[in-house]
């Protein structure tokens, strides 16, 4: 490629080409979709570029994108397809007039590309956005700080399954992978894949597994949802198969196990928990205190 800095500023995003990598920053505008901005930028080495094209765009424009191979980045492997084109961070749109220095840089990039496998890589070789993550979803707030999962429900969004199994954490050790669903789409959802294959909750519908959050009107958007399976995911990896489960869990502030007694015995009293629920969960509530 050409020296090192050289710069191809499209609209919302800039490429910074550098002898081994493509440092990708997105602009802050209000145009600039909300996902590309939470990112900030990528930075993506050449082994992590499968093949790059260059076509036509609309309205007098042309597109660059890399093709990442599978598993470079765990953004795109927590998306799993399902990121609309115009949140794509390795779609590049110039104006027309700019299209034979983007062929030169394709064809630079096309290059450097062939000499790499194009298979699937064993490690992401994109970093991840940076924990602490954090969203609301419909029924819980979720909570990510590098070596553990939180799910806190909402009184007003989760089902009473969730209730009675309480408030939930899960350490990065005990967990397999994340699916993530888009919640521009029906039943969005987040879900954390345990490591023991056939582990209760696996197959239960979202609403119903303490294991997942769901996403709705104003939920979860892809921006906020999106950067914390991915963050999740690229720790999955990091920590690999023979990572040590069992994590301690903080004790909970007095006021909240209160306030989630309260909730239960409302259930209670909906004739949602049984007496027998009631107790059992009302003795590990206080356990915790």
Known sequence: MKRMGDVLAGFHAAWEFESDSVLIRFERGIRTPKLLQALGERHVPVDAIAGVTLTEGRRGTVVLRAELRPGADPLLEAAAGQLKETSDPYRLVLPAERALLAEYYADELRALAAKNDAGPTDRHLVAAPAAPQQFKAYDAKASFDGSA????????????????????????????????????????????????????????QPDQDPAAVVFGLGYGPVHESLPFAASVLAAIRAAGPAAQTGAAVPRRDPADIADRIRHLGELHEAGLVTDQEFSTKKAELLAQL
């Open 149 to 204: 999962v939180s799910f806190r429900w909402f009184w007003t969004g989760a089902s009473s399954a969730k209730w009675k199994a309480g408030d939930q954490s899960f350490p990065v050790s005990s967990l397999s992978g994340v699916e993530w669903r888009s919640p521009e789409v029906f039943e969005g959802h987040l879900r954390l894949l345990p490591r023991e294959a056939g582990a209760a909750g696996a197959a239960a």
